[in-house]
């Protein structure tokens, strides 16, 4: 299932395979917590589980709507969800051995409408599903008593990617002109930062939670394409230059030696100890998703007019030899 992507590879990329299978949009990327397996909900109202390996489909959900999917970091369960109105406030819960359907989440009572895609994400210790949507505050989650327990107030709305720092003590969420982070057992928020405008912008949590990056403009419409690096500990902010367009997506690498951000034309690739830029991946695909697995040196990116998607193993020791002579770190 391999065929010649749009991307230009450098040296120390090898692309695995290209899946197809999609009808519409591939609307997320999300890998299993083995790194064996990639699920993609897309427009067709199927979310094909992938066999990385082999490069096969080895499972499929069919749902009315589907927007976005994960599974839990435990691995046994998986999650989906979906932006039609009759799905809008309910998550679906998947046994991820079988993916049979095993039980609904509901948004409370007085707050049913979780919002398009319905926005989640688990806490590193599968004890927790973060939830939120339009109407702005981040409702938790329960999963061994089956109820939701704590709402994190945002006093906003229209936040649009939220995650947990790897030690599972707090929780961020981006909207379109701030981060806000909170103290989990306070509920308190901690944290704001702002002075960035980005409407899509995610950010990323260091696997010590010692690092977050985030992408963002200084001003809106301002051609700041900047990657913002808080080091937690010293309360220091550093800027990474390189992207000639606003960034769109942060992640770290497996092993927390690579820093990779996506802007609307590239990709690029920044070693952790320097801060310095590796490598540079040209991507002509305005707006596609890419996913870094969480065991080995792979990502998934899509292509195609995002109904394929692109499996490339990196070779690190060859990426980390690359001497750069641009000072990217200010």
């Known amino acids: 299932m391999s065929s010649k992507p749009s991307i230009q590879a450098p040296l120390g990329f090898k692309l695995r395979h290209t899946l197809r299978g999609h009808r519409n949009t591939v609307y997320a990327l999300a890998w299993s917590p083995d790194g064996k397996m990639l699920a993609s909900p897309s427009g067709d109202r199927l979310i094909h589980i992938w066999d990385t390996e082999i490069g096969e489909i080895c499972n499929t959900i069919k749902f009315d709507s589907v927007e976005n999917a994960g599974w839990s970091p435990n691995g046994k369960i998986f999650i989906s969800s979906g932006d039609h109105r009759k799905y809008d406030s309910v998550l679906q819960a998947w046994d991820s051995s079988d993916f049979r359907l095993q ?29 939120w949507g339009y109407s702005g505050d981040v409702k938790l989650f329960d999963t061994q008593q089956s109820q939701f327990f704590k709402t994190l107030k945002t006093h906003g709305h229209n936040y649009r990617f939220g995650n947990w720092s790897p030690n599972g003590k707090f929780f961020a969420l981006a909207t379109q002109d701030k981060i806000l982070i909170w103290d989990i057992e306070s509920g308190e928020i901690v944290t704001e930062i702002e002075g960035y405008y980005e409407w899509n912008c995610q950010f990323a949590w260091s696997s010590d939670s010692n690092f977050f990056a985030f992408g963002g403009t200084s001003k809106p419409r301002a051609r700041d394409y900047n990657v913002r690096l808080w080091n937690i500990p010293k309360n220091q902010l550093s800027f990474l230059e390189g992207h000639k367009s606003a960034v769109r997506q942060v992640s770290f690498s497996y092993d927390g030696r690579l820093l990779i951000t996506k802007s609307t034309n590239d990709v690029i690739f920044w070693r952790c100890d320097t801060w310095q830029q590796v490598t540079v991946l040209r991507d002509p695909n305005y707006d596609s998703r890419i996913a870094i697995n969480p065991k080995k040196s792979t990502f998934a990116i899509l292509g195609e007019n995002d109904r394929a998607i692109h499996i490339w193993d990196l070779d690190d020791d060859t990426l980390l030899k690359v001497s750069s002579s641009n000072n990217s770190v200010r």
């Open 103 to 131: 039980y609904l989440i509901e948004a409370p009572q007085e707050d049913r409408y979780f919002g398009i895609g319905g926005r989640f994400a688990w806490s590193p210790d599968s004890f927790t599903l973060a939830v």
